[in-house]
Nanobody
Framework: QVQLVESGGGSVQAGGSLRLSCAASGVTLTSNCMAWFRQAPGKEREDIARINAFGATIYADSVKGRFTISKDNAKSTLDLQMNSLKPEDTAIYYC?????????????????WGQGTQVTVSS
């Protein structure tokens, strides 16, 4: 029943921008923590940004000031605006939902995951 579908990935040059979107069904954004994770080749999946049911946000230091996580509760969508992209941002980006209203930075605390969308930043 629960499904998370990411879109908006692609290839851009360093310094460019992309906006990722996650369409959530079967989960309510007013009741659950939502987060964006990413996984680069040869590295573990890491938390990038998260937003709790009340809209409070937390960002990883690596993306702070460049990325913005937001949600539209009515449309049940989660977005990630990515600006000033760097080659090290290249990764598969995943939308995730926790079964609790507050957030965590650990992959094991999230119950639902999207299929991922590739983001490639070239220099």
């Amino acid at each position: 029943q629960v499904q998370l579908v990411e879109s908006g990935g692609g290839s851009v040059q360093a310094g460019g921008s992309l906006r990722l979107s996650c369409a959530a069904s079967g989960v309510t954004l007013t009741s659950n923590c939502m987060a964006w994770f990413r996984q680069a080749p040869g590295k573990e999946r890491e938390d990038i940004a998260r937003i709790n049911a009340f809209g409070a946000t937390i960002y990883a230091d690596s993306v702070k000031g460049r990325f913005t996580i937001s949600k539209d509760n009515a449309k049940s969508t989660l977005d990630l605006q990515m600006n000033s992209l760097k080659p090290e941002d290249t990764a598969i980006y995943y939308c995730a939902a926790r079964s609790l209203w507050y957030c965590s930075a650990h992959t094991t605390d999230y119950k639902y995951w999207g299929q991922g969308t590739q983001v490639t930043v070239s220099s």
